[in-house]
């Protein structure tokens, strides 16, 4: 599969701080995906993106399709202690391939 | 409840021993694939099958074999398990090809 770039790797921050996290690639993706892995658990689906410079909402959490078509980025607000877990990116061009992940800890 | 099931969560195994991790989803997805995590390397696809009878490889299959008879059913299969396929392994299914992925509760594999 096509290498995707996830960054940060790992965030630690206190409640209350927003958090920014970004995914690039090489190629031009036609769906973008965001997922949270929660501890012991397998991957849930967050936000689907279809649609470049699309901005789509799901409560604290805002995701951007990228206007060039090669990356896209999740944003949480106000974070909370269960937000912890691991956020992967997943884009297609045809296959979906992943990010390797961003941990993030969240500290009350 | 819509799902992917998979079984074991967790197996310990010895060297050369062979083992079925069984996959199923009650979505009546065609597209079904499996996964292993490790740490710092993110999900790696192992096998995938575009719909029944169809399989192809991914990005690390040596090692493993996969089935795909039904529709619902894609059990990952090792038939001489070694110690570097001590993993957190994940079954998925989606609608098809690119389309987002529902995934299992994971297994636990160690194998000594």
């Known amino acids: 599969g096509q290498q995707l770039n996830q960054s940060p790797q790992s965030m630690f921050i206190q409640e209350g701080e927003d958090v920014s996290m970004n995914c690039t690639s090489s190629?031009?993706?036609?769906?973008w995906l965001w997922y949270k892995q929660d501890p012991g658990e397998g991957p849930v689906l967050l936000i689907a993106l279809y649609k470049a410079g699309e901005l789509t909402s799901n409560g604290r959490l805002t995701a951007q399709f990228g206007i060039t078509r090669k990356d896209s980025f999740l944003n949480i607000s106000a974070s909370i202690p269960s937000d912890v877990g691991i956020y992967f990116c997943?884009?297609?061009?045809?296959?979906?391939?992943f990010g390797k992940g961003t941990s993030l800890l969240v500290t009350p | 409840e819509a799902q992917v099931t998979q079984n074991p969560r967790y197996l310990i195994t010895v060297t050369g021993k062979k083992l079925t991790v069984t996959c199923s989803q009650n979505m009546n997805h065609e597209y079904m694939s499996w996964y292993r995590q490790d740490p710092g390397l993110g999900l790696r696809q192992i096998y995938y099958?575009?719909?029944?009878?169809?399989?192809d490889k991914g990005d690390v299959p040596e090692g493993y074999k996969v089935s795909r008879k039904e529709k619902r059913n894609f059990p990952l299969i090792l038939e001489s398990p070694s110690p570097n396929q001590t993993s957190l392994y994940f079954c998925?299914?989606?609608f098809g090809v690119g389309s987002p992925l529902h995934f299992g509760n994971g297994t636990r594999l160690t194998v000594t």
């Open positions: 997943a884009g297609a061009e045809y296959a979906l391939n």
């Open positions: 998925a299914s989606s």
């Open positions: 190629s031009i993706f036609n769906t």
């Open positions: 099958s575009m719909n029944v009878e169809v399989t």
